[in-house]
C-alpha cells in the first residue's frame, strides 16, 4: 500500500510465492513529431508481475458448487473426476489464491547477450507490480522479441515474451469478450459459463480476419479487455491458440464473490477502456490506430473518446454487431452509433455481423501506407 516507500518490502520466496510475469511491449518514448530522431531513444516496457501466496485460500469447493448452482449445473456435478468440475476448479483457484503486497522480485533480461538485472517491486495491495524500465539499448529492430524471467522462480508463468515495437507503423487496440471469443457479457449466467464450464470459442471468422489485418497491415496487438487480471492464463492461453500474440491489459484488481466477477466485465467499462488507451498512446503516439469492439457494452462511446481526445491518431474503427446474446435490441439499433460516432467522420467508423464484411475496410487501410 505504501509502494516504493513500504518499510516492510522484503523479496518473494519461491518457496512460499507464486509469480506471473505478463507478456509486453517495448516502445521508445517519443512524441508525434514525426521528424524527431529515434536513433538514439532507449527502448522501454512497462512490466507487469502479479505475485500470490502459494498456500492460499483452499476453499476452492465452496465456490466451485456456487457458481455451478448459479448456472443451473449442481446437479449435472458428480464426483471428483467430473470434467466440469475440474474446468471449473482449474479457472477459478487464481481467484482464490491470496494475494501477496509488499514483495520485490529481480527481472532478468537478456539484451545484446547481456544480462541485465532489475529491480521490481513492491507489489501493491493487489500483489501487482507494474512497473515501467529502461532496457539500456538503442539499437534493437522492431518485432524482435526476448523472454525476460523473473530470477529464482523456475515455473513457465515467471517468463514472458517483450516484444519490441518501433514508434511508427501500425497498431490494433482489440477487445476481446464477443469481439474475439464468445463471452455473452450481456448476461451473467453466460459470463459464468463461458469463463469456468466451456472451453474458449473464437467468433466465427474472426481468427481468419486477424491473420489478414497482420498481413495487411504488420501491427502491434494489444488485447483490451474489462476481465480481472485472474483471467491472464484463460485468457493468455485462448489468445496463442487463435490469434495473434500481443500485449494483454487487464484490470489490475481481484474479486472474492461471484457478483464481483460480473461487475468487473460490466461496470466502468468505458472509464476503464480509456484509461488504458490513454497509456497505450503516450507509449505510441506516431502509430495509425485500428481499434476492434463490440456492441455489448461501450467499446463504441470509448473508441469514440479517444478519436477526438487524440486527433489524428485512430485511423479506423470497427464494432461487431452481437446478434447472438439476448436483450440487444437497444444496443444494435442504428441511432446508438450514429450517436456514438457524432463527432468521428463516417469513414473512420464501420459496424459489421460477419468479418467477411471488413476485408475491403482492412485492405483501404493498407493502401495508406502505399500513399505514404
Request: proline share 6%.
Amino acid at each position: 500500500m505504501l509502494g516504493s516507500k513500504n518499510p516492510i518490502a522484503h523479496p518473494a520466496d519461491p518457496q512460499k510465492n507464486t509469480v506471473w510475469l505478463l507478456d509486453n511491449t517495448a516502445y521508445q518514448p517519443v512524441t508525434d513529431a514525426p521528424d524527431q530522431s529515434i536513433s538514439n531513444l532507449s527502448w522501454q516496457v512497462e512490466v507487469v508481475a502479479c505475485i500470490f501466496e502459494t498456500e492460499g485460500r483452499k476453499d476452492v469447493g465452496k465456490l466451485v458448487s456456487a457458481i455451478a448452482d448459479h448456472i443451473g449445473l449442481d446437479g449435472e456435478l458428480g464426483g471428483s473426476k467430473d470434467e466440469t468440475r475440474q474446468r471449473i476448479e482449474q479457472r477459478v483457484q487464481p481467484f482464490l489464491d491470496q494475494v501477496s503486497p509488499g514483495r520485490t522480485l529481480t527481472l532478468e533480461v537478456a539484451v545484446h547477450g547481456h544480462i541485465q538485472s532489475i529491480a521490481l517491486g513492491p507489489s501493491d495491495r493487489n500483489g501487482i507490480i507494474s512497473q515501467v524500465v529502461d532496457l539500456h539499448a538503442s539499437d534493437i529492430q522492431d518485432g524482435a522479441l526476448v523472454h525476460p524471467r523473473i530470477a529464482q522462480f523456475n515455473h513457465d508463468a515467471a517468463t514472458a515474451g517483450t516484444g519490441f515495437a518501433a514508434p511508427d507503423g501500425w497498431l490494433v487496440i482489440s477487445d476481446i469478450d464477443d469481439t474475439i471469443k464468445r463471452t455473452m457479457t450481456r448476461e451473467p449466467t453466460g459470463i459464468l459459463r463461458s469463463t469456468f464450464t466451456e472451453d474458449p470459442v473464437p467468433i466465427p471468422g474472426m481468427p481468419e480476419f486477424y491473420r489478414h489485418v497482420h498481413a495487411e497491415l504488420n501491427p502491434t496487438w494489444f488485447y483490451l479487455s474489462a476481465s480481472p487480471y485472474n483471467l491472464y492464463p484463460f485468457l493468455h492461453e485462448f489468445l496463442h491458440a487463435h490469434y495473434r500474440a500481443g500485449t494483454l491489459v487487464l484490470r489490475d484488481y481481484s474479486w472474492l464473490d461471484i457478483s464481483g466477477l460480473i461487475r468487473s466485465f460490466t461496470e466502468r467499462t468505458h472509464e476503464y477502456k480509456v484509461d488504458r488507451m490513454e497509456k497505450i498512446q503516450r507509449w505510441f503516439p506516431r502509430r495509425r490506430v485500428l481499434c476492434i469492439g463490440d456492441s455489448t457494452q461501450s467499446d463504441p462511446e470509448a473508441y469514440a473518446d479517444m478519436y477526438k481526445r487524440h486527433p489524428g491518431w485512430i485511423h479506423a474503427i470497427a464494432v461487431r454487431k452481437v446478434g447472438d446474446v439476448a436483450h440487444m435490441e437497444d444496443k444494435n439499433k442504428s441511432e446508438r452509433f450514429e450517436e456514438a460516432f457524432k463527432d468521428v467522420p463516417r469513414h473512420v467508423w464501420t459496424v459489421f455481423e460477419d468479418p467477411k464484411e471488413l476485408y475491403d475496410f482492412v485492405d483501404g487501410l493498407g493502401m495508406e501506407d502505399e500513399a505514404l
